[in-house]
């Protein structure tokens, strides 16, 4: 089980908060050019899809914390990177 929970710890520290943050930029740089020279659709567009890529980067921003919280749920301990 500990090994399970390092693997898991490791690939979400490693890989996937890093390539999380990088889609959410990539997101927020469309819709900022959306805002800034769309046609009205394009703009409605992005105000209404703001709000998915903020709650989007809380979750990446939460990522480790919920990962520490499953592991230590199923009996593992959690090591510190």
Known sequence: MQNLGTAI???VNSQLVPL???VAVAAVV???FAL???THNL???AKNH???IV???VLIYLAANIVQSFITSLGGTV???
Do not use: A, R
């Open 20 to 22: 999380g943050f990088v």
């Open 36 to 38: 800034i020279g769309g």
């Open 50 to 52: 703001i709000y998915t």
């Open 55 to 57: 709650g989007g980067l």
């Open 30 to 32: 469309v819709v900022g």
């Open 79 to 81: 090591t510190q990177f």
């Open 9 to 11: 710890q490791t690939f």
């Open 43 to 45: 703009k409605e567009w």
